[in-house]
């Protein structure tokens, strides 16, 4: 059960879209609807901000979408912001009860 | 609002075993599983394991030899002993609670960095 992969970096210009990407394989993302998307600012905790795949906690805006295509999934995140600079991770449900995690993306607003 | 309070050791030696609590307040315990998350400085998120109300557990299975995940419903307390540690698991460990209806980790402690040092 390797790490899902992410670009270690990303970045943009405010009011971009920017996709990150999270690949996997056919036992991770590719056989389940259980990717979820995290945001971490450096010094706190995650926040969860995509789950099943494409679905967004009531409190998180609608500039952040989800998405998938066979084993790999994407972030977009659209009007880039400057409180948007964070690392994101995604994580999947890999079978037998257990998770992965993505090695994460650092994203940049310029 | 719910909370989770974690603690445990902060410095352990190479072969000593980690241990961690979280308590849950002002929470249900039942309904969700309750999962250990860890991060080394600098680096990614890894997954360790979760356990449900029941007392089902699983971890990751580049952990799971080392890694013993219980709780106690009465106390509405779950832990993790992680054994045999060495520097490469020095990290900050999260509590967390996984919802059963989005299979997100919606909420988290505050995290408790464990360095691993001789």
């Known amino acids: 059960q390797s790490a899902l992969t992410q670009p270690a970096s990303v970045s943009g210009s405010p009011g971009q879209s920017i996709t990150l990407s999270c690949t996997g394989t056919?036992?991770?993302?590719?056989?389940?609807?259980?990717v979820s998307w995290y945001q971490q600012h450096p010094g706190k905790v995650p926040k969860l901000i995509i789950y099943?795949?494409?679905k967004r906690p009531s409190t998180i805006s609608n500039r952040f979408s989800g998405s998938k295509s066979g084993n790999t999934a994407s972030l977009t995140i659209s009007g880039l912001r400057t409180e948007d600079e964070a690392d994101y991770y995604c994580c999947s449900y890999a079978g037998n009860d257990t998770y992965v995690f993505g090695s994460g993306t650092k994203l940049t607003v310029l | 609002q719910v909370q989770l309070q974690q603690w445990g050791a902060g410095l352990l030696k190479p072969s000593e075993t980690l241990s961690l609590t979280c308590a849950v307040y002002n929470g249900s315990f039942s309904g969700y599983y309750w999962t250990w998350v860890r991060q080394p400085p600098g680096k990614g998120l890894e997954w360790i394991g979760q356990?449900?109300?029941?007392?089902?557990?699983n971890s990751s299975p580049s952990l799971k030899s080392r890694v013993t995940i219980s709780e106690d419903m009465s106390k509405n307390q779950f832990s993790l002993k992680l054994s045999s540690v060495t520097a490469v698991d020095t990290a900050v460990y999260y509590c967390?609670?996984?919802?059963?209806?989005?299979?997100?980790?919606?909420?988290w402690g505050q995290g408790t960095l464990v360095t691993v040092s001789s």
């Open positions: 967390a609670r996984r919802s059963l209806v989005t299979r997100g980790i919606d909420l």
């Open positions: 099943e795949d494409f």
């Open positions: 056919s036992s991770d993302i590719g056989s389940y609807y259980l």
């Open positions: 356990i449900n109300h029941r007392g089902n557990a």
